[in-house]
């Protein structure tokens, strides 16, 4: 029997011809990569001493925040943490 380029039904024919794409590096599925990764990325800010705080806002107030955290070139959360670190200095005088 030949080998046709185009038959990928006889897979024992095709296992040392390479396929496009990137190497598989990690032998879990991407949906529990995406759990580890998520579990390292929560281990590392609680190291750096980081804590995860979420709350909802105005869409126009992002935009605001999303606009002036470009002006300054930081990160949106490094924006908010330093209103909030300023806000709580003025609160304590």
């Given at each position: ?57 105005h ?25 909030l670190?300023e ?7």
């Amino acid at each position: 029997m030949a080998k046709e380029i185009a038959d990928l039904t006889t897979l024992d024919l095709f296992n040392d011809e390479k396929r496009p794409g990137r190497p598989k590096t990690s032998p879990h599925p991407r949906s529990v990569q995406i759990k580890i990764n998520k579990r390292n990325q929560v281990k590392r800010d609680k190291n750096k001493g980081l804590k995860r705080v979420e709350f909802k806002i105005h869409h126009s107030v992002f935009e605001q925040l999303e606009a002036l955290a470009k002006t300054k070139e930081i990160s949106r959360s490094e924006l908010i943490e330093s209103l909030l670190i300023e806000s709580l200095a003025k609160e304590s005088i």
